[in-house]
């Protein structure tokens, strides 16, 4: 029994020292300590030892066990710790390599346009204030001077969800809530950009949905020059120093008098080409006088306060600026034609 222990021993601890991995090791331990290995066999076997040789081989047969152990134990760290070393060896990071490029989103070129037009407004003291798109017809239409069976409606197709509720089909809805926020008391000075809606036909300048900047001033004073002023103010911040603007008559229900505003062509200097079509300007906006009436319905003595309003389109603002001919690009999220807008 003493010669099997020791030759166990032996055996098992030339084992450990042949092993080369964790998982070698492991079945070691297994086959040598575990509940079915040898030494427990001998354990297993005293009860048919004479009483003066079971305590001798009982502490034999610990001392091996624990000899064993003490190795498996000791090589086990040793071998987990050349495995850690092997893997950091296979897996380490060459920093000279050149990296993989991290691409980038850009902001959305009407985005760019829009807080571009808002920078110009507020280097001028206009607030930025924002409307619903889903409108009532009141603050849409009637409180813009535009009453039910109007012909006016007409000029601005709606998409409407119930007789009262429509998408706004202009950002001039926000004048009105302003003004009444305002409670009849001036200076009213804001921008109010914001998506909206008409059932117009999609073609290279028209969409169904587009983004409109609105513009209201009203104050004690506010004369048709200060309209003049402030957008040619505008259109040099946004278009460049050697830009001019011309205002035509126009009409709008909510604005007495009212025009459309030209600035003059970037491509040809207002001598005439293709893109102004010879005339040397190009419409972008409408604007006016807000109507005395408009000013009374939201509140305002029209005898003692006046003011002047007016409304962009930012795709066609962003097409003159960057040249784009048609209005869909910005809508069918292309990132080839995305990623060319960086703000300047
Ligand atoms: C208006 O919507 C008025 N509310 C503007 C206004 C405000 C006038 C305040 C006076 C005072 P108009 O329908 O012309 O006006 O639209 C204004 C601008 O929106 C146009 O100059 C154009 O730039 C843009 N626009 C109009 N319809 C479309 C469309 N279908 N697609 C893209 N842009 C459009």
Request: negative net charge.
């Amino acid at each position: 029994m003493k010669e099997r222990l020791e030759e166990l021993r032996d055996e098992a601890l030339a084992k450990v020292k042949a092993a080369e991995d964790v998982k070698s090791l492991q079945e070691v331990r297994v086959a040598y300590l575990g509940k079915k290995g040898p030494i427990t066999e001998v354990l297993r076997g005293m009860g048919k030892l004479s009483a003066e040789e079971r305590p001798v081989i009982g502490q034999m047969a610990n001392d091996v066990r624990d000899a064993i152990k003490v190795e498996v134990d000791a090589k086990e760290v040793l071998l987990e710790q050349a495995a850690i070393e092997q893997q950091l060896a296979e897996e380490s990071i060459d920093v000279t390599l050149p990296g993989r490029p991290v691409s980038s989103g850009s902001r959305h070129p009407l985005t760019i346009v829009v807080e571009e037009v808002e920078d110009a407004f507020l280097g001028l003291g206009f607030s930025v204030a924002e409307g619903p798109e889903v409108e009532v017809d009141y603050y849409n239409f009637e409180a813009l001077n535009l009453p039910k069976d109007h012909p006016a409606r007409d000029m601005q197709d709606s998409f409407y969800f119930t007789d009262e509720l429509l998408l706004r089909t202009h950002t001039s809805p926000v004048q009105a809530r302003t003004m009444e926020k305002h409670e009849g008391k001036g200076p009213v000075k804001v921008i109010c950009p914001g998506k909206v809606f008409r059932r117009d036909d999609d073609d290279a300048t028209h969409s169904h949905q587009f983004m409109q900047i609105e513009g209201l001033y009203v104050d004690e004073h506010v004369r048709m020059s200060d309209l003049k002023g402030v957008l040619e103010q505008f259109a040099k911040a946004f278009f460049g120093e050697d830009r001019e603007i011309r205002l035509r008559p126009s009409f709008f229900p909510f604005t007495e008098p009212s025009v459309e505003v030209d600035v003059s062509c970037g491509m040809c200097a207002g001598k005439g080409c293709r893109i102004c079509k010879q005339s040397g300007w190009i419409e972008v906006l409408g604007a006016g006088m807000v109507h005395p009436r408009v000013l009374e319905m939201s509140g305002f003595d029209s005898t003692k306060y006046s003011g002047f309003a007016f409304g962009m389109g930012a795709e066609r603002l962003a097409m003159l600026k960057y040249d784009i001919d048609d209005i869909r690009h910005f809508y069918t999220n292309d990132v080839r034609f995305l990623a060319q807008f960086k703000r300047a």
